[in-house]
């Protein structure tokens, strides 16, 4: 995307200046989103976004810049405002004489969409969206459908004064069902939205009859729900995006931007138990064709599959340059960001709790009263005290072992490490989703996943 | 090539292909500075910007934008805009008749002191909160501020262009006392640097932060709930204007819709939206589509006046525009408030209930559609008119439109929140709520 040249006078200069360690990022993706309510196409939209993040390091000392104009003058002259800002223009330094040797790595195109963004035109697209909303009309009660396709086309290029020069191109797709049901009692919805890194064969993995089918059954489940109860009482996770919770309890407190400066509860705590014997949680940038997956991270690093928790002992954190700097632990792989807008940070990928050995069923006997978190929603976390929370999208009541009557409306709120230590069964029933996850560098693509699992007990917010 | 020069280039060619079209040009610079540790670890300087075009033809509206500015680049926005036009089977679309709005500075020279002062800024925020015992983790303390140039021309005379801007202090650390910790964040505002005052955000944390130290479980059952603006605003800004944006009334997902009129909020409820509020952290002298701007009152003494709307849902609608069209260069065509405030009360005399100070996980808890949430709290259990002691680990649930109804007194005085929009809340005491915790 830049002449090879180009890249390193900015390096070369940025050494120059007195920084050790210089990182220039640059990207241009393509992007197309479709909006379609109940028939109509409501917004079409296709963009381009390019610019470059140039990163100095002094020691741990960082200081970033990012622009939109690429042109020789505007990033020779962005270099030189980074180097003044730190206040040492016209010292030289000699370890930036002498030309920079790149180790050139290419991705090898392992999550390479088969439909590419470029083919089938746009009126295809919009037949599919079709299909997904015919599959949503699953009852009179659905009154509207909404369905977004968003399709992204990133090329990235990371090169480094280490030599360091990785060329990524992620392809990503998506597709979002919003079902609204409505009757005198008030209006629900149900909210289905499969992605991965992949082109239009998503349809193929995922056909939207079938995206659509679940949005309206899920709407309708939620339209004859009661409202939740409240208090606390075990509850059973659903497989898939129920893995949501350990992302918001568990993820989050295991990136290197909180645990270096001691602002996780679970810094300084490798090697010890710090989840029930039953958690396995894993952390793997190589999932093939994983809505997280990537070849390269943001620093220009190869991904890998980090094991995070190996029966509810901590082996490693998520570790991005920075992270790996400040705490001596080893680069994981894990440096993201949103955009060129943003200096990277340690973030997940795709992050799963291991499948266990207790069949499903197994979960819900001698449950008296709980709840059945059948799928999720979002959620939040505050590392530095543990507080999470996160919404049940579809829940049920569980009596006496048994799956009764639905409820809407529940959101369960805890403290991490708490609710990792109260996991007390795994099921065998592995299963992932998509999301978007908002943290210091921006939002980004993750997986989530789990088996379906049980919690002793957590607080259940509903209608007292 | 200038995003000027683009917006520019971009409109002549539109008229050449005889399509209407509309180009928003926005250019931004930004300035963070963060402290850690009593020193800098991280300073970012930033330009960015984009041209972002919305075409009709033929009734039927195309969007597509770019931050690429080569000649290659333009010609591609306008070509995907038109097929995306082409996709739309529905006609009605149409680009509002407008004139030249002028050039306006609504920033000054707000931001014009030296980067030592802002540094310094930074690491004094952090300073003032380590000097708290009870401080545990300071994460980063940051300076930031943002300028925007923002500029539109339509083919169908829209000129106008103006430039905005921010500065802003943040805390964001972790407090304990024994076993007991909470983390937050404390964030202020500003279009002057020299009204920051960092000493001031470090004990506003402070005493935010350590008063919820000690919290006790809450014992699940319903309460009277008293929110502070921090928990409110936000609330308010999800759901209130989802269901208040013409948009969503349209797309039959609002449950205001055919309550124009009617009776949806308690006597002393009144809201209001002004961008011409003058120092008005989201005022701005027109909206997305050039619609001078000018005061709405949404609500008044809780009947439902109007919604906010845009050139196209007003025209649906068969009512007067209210001006609130949004749209980004990477956006489409939306609804957006500016300075959306709830006109304060006769104050709130405190009972026994809960404060709530903070509200977390809107974006899983609160559902706009149907109006329901339910939400992580933090806050101080009232009684017989003292704040006794505070409480954690519990949710507050219930349906937007029944709280509007059930409010019973406001505070004095009002209190501006940038965490969701540009929000201003006086206290709002609601007689009661679900409460779920131990």
Not at chain 1, 439 to 456: A, D, F, K, Y
Not at chain 2, 155 to 165: E, I, L, Q, S
């Amino acid at each position: 995307m830049l002449a090879e040249a180009l890249v390193e006078e900015v390096l070369q200069r940025a050494r120059m200046g007195g920084a050790d360690y210089a990182e220039l990022y640059v990207e241009r993706w393509r992007r197309r989103a479709l909006r379609v309510l109940s028939g109509e196409v409501k917004e079409a939209t296709s963009g381009i976004e390019y610019g470059a993040g140039l990163r100095l390091f002094y020691g741990t000392e960082v200081v970033y810049a990012y622009t939109n104009d690429l042109s020789p003058e505007s990033l020779l002259e962005v270099t030189e405002t980074l180097v003044k800002l730190k206040g040492s223009a016209g010292q030289v330094d000699a370890g930036g004489q002498g030309g920079l040797d790149f180790r050139k790595a290419v991705a090898q195109g392992l999550h390479a969409p088969q439909i590419p963004f470029t083919a089938k035109d746009k009126r295809y697209r919009l037949e599919r969206i079709r299909e997904a909303e015919a599959g949503a009309q699953v009852g009179p009660q659905i009154k509207q459908v909404q369905t977004n396709l968003m399709e992204w086309d990133q090329e990235v290029l990371v090169a480094t004064s280490a030599g360091t020069w990785a060329e990524d191109r992620r392809v990503r797709t998506r597709l979002y069902v919003t079902a609204i049901a409505q009757d005198e009692s008030g209006m629900q919805t149900g909210v289905v939205g499969p992605g991965l890194s992949m082109g239009l064969e998503l349809f193929d993995r995922y056909p939207p009859a079938e995206v659509g089918r679940k949005a309206g059954l899920q709407a309708l489940t939620n339209l004859r729900a009661k409202p939740a109860p409240a208090g606390t009482m075990p509850v059973v996770i659903g497989n898939g995006f129920g893995g949501v919770i350990f992302h918001e309890a568990l993820g989050h407190l295991l990136e290197t931007t909180s645990v270096a400066k001691k602002a996780s509860v679970l810094s300084d705590k490798l090697g010890q138990k710090v989840a029930s014997e039953c958690v396995t949680y894993i952390d793997d940038g190589t999932t093939s064709h994983g809505w997280g997956s990537q070849e390269f991270d943001d620093e220009g690093q190869p991904t890998e599959r980090t094991v995070l928790i190996e029966n509810g002992v901590l082996k490693s954190y998520m570790v991005d340059r920075l992270g790996s700097l400040l705490t001596g632990y080893r680069p994981t792989g894990s440096g993201r960001r949103q955009d060129y807008t943003f200096a990277p940070t340690s973030r997940m990928r795709n992050t799963f709790i291991a499948p266990g050995t207790t069949p499903k069923e197994k979960l819900f006997e001698g449950i008296e009263y709980g709840l059945y978190a059948a799928d999720m929603g979002g959620g939040q976390v505050r590392p530095g005290s543990g507080e999470y929370n996160f919404g049940v999208k579809e829940g049920y009541i569980i009596r006496h072992g048994r799956i009764e009557e639905p409820v809407r409306g529940a959101m369960l709120v805890g403290k991490g490490p708490e609710s990792i230590m109260r996991i007390v069964a795994v099921s065998d029933d592995l299963e992932t989703g998509a999301g978007m996850c908002g943290s210091l560098s921006g939002s980004l693509p993750v997986e989530v996943g789990q088996p379906h699992l049980l919690i002793s007990e957590i607080v259940v917010g509903g209608q007292a | 090539m200038t995003f000027e020069q683009a917006r520019d280039y971009l409109l002549q060619k539109a008229r050449a292909m005889g399509v209407d079209a509309e180009v928003l040009a926005t250019h931004t610079r930004e300035l963070t500075v963060q402290a850690h540790g009593g020193r800098v670890e991280e300073i970012t300087q930033a330009t960015q910007g984009g041209v972002g075009v919305r075409v009709v033809v033929g009734g039927k509206t195309g969007y597509a934008y770019t931050e690429e500015r080569t000649l290659e680049a333009l010609d591609w926005v306008l070509a995907e805009a038109h097929e995306n036009a082409l996709l739309q089977s529905e006609g009605g679309g149409f680009l509002p008749e407008g004139g030249e709005l002028g050039q306006h500075d609504l920033l000054g020279e707000g931001l014009s002191a030296p980067l030592e002062q802002k540094r310094q800024a930074a690491l004094d925020v952090e300073a003032g909160l380590r000097a708290d015992p009870r401080m545990r983790q300071v994460q980063m303390t940051r300076y930031s501020e943002n300028e925007t140039q923002a500029a539109l021309g339509s083919t169908r005379g829209v000129w106008g262009a103006y430039r905005n801007g921010y500065s802003a202090l943040m805390a964001y650390a972790v407090m304990g006392q024994g076993q007991s910790l909470k983390q937050s964040f404390e964030l202020d505002v500003s279009k002057e640097f020299h009204a920051l005052d960092p000493g001031r955000t470090a004990q506003e944390f402070i005493r935010k932060t350590g008063r919820l130290l000690g919290a006790r479980p809450l014992k699940t059952g319903r309460y009277r709930a008293y929110f502070e603006p921090k928990a409110f605003g936000p609330l308010l800004a999800m759901m209130g204007m989802y269901m208040l944006s013409a948009k969503n009334v349209l797309e039959g997902k609002s449950l205001l819709a055919n309550k124009i009129g009617q009776k949806i909020a308690s006597d002393i409820f009144t809201l209001v939206d002004d961008p011409t509020l003058p120092g008005g952290l989201a005022s701005r002298p027109f909206d997305a589509e050039g619609t001078p701007a000018r005061r709405t009152v949404l609500i008044e003494k809780g009947v439902l006046r109007t919604f906010a709307h845009n050139s196209e849902t007003a025209r649906k609608m068969g009512v007067e525009n209210s001006g609130h069209a949004s749209r980004s260069y990477k956006g489409v065509l939306g609804i957006a408030p500016t300075n959306l405030f709830v006109e304060p009360g006769r104050g709130v005399e405190l009972d026994d209930g809960i404060v709530i100070t903070d509200l977390m996980g809107l974006h899983a808890g609160a559902n706009p559609i149907s109006g329901e949430f339910s939400l992580q709290a933090l806050g101080l259990r009232v009684e017989g008119g003292e704040m006794a002691y505070p409480v954690e680990n519990f949710t507050v649930a219930g349906n937007f439109l029944e709280l509007l109804t059930h409010i019973t007194a406001l505070g004095t005085e009002l209190e501006w929140n940038p965490m969701m929009g540009i929000v201003g809340t006086p206290m709002v005491e609601v007689d009661e709520l679900s409460f779920a915790g131990a």
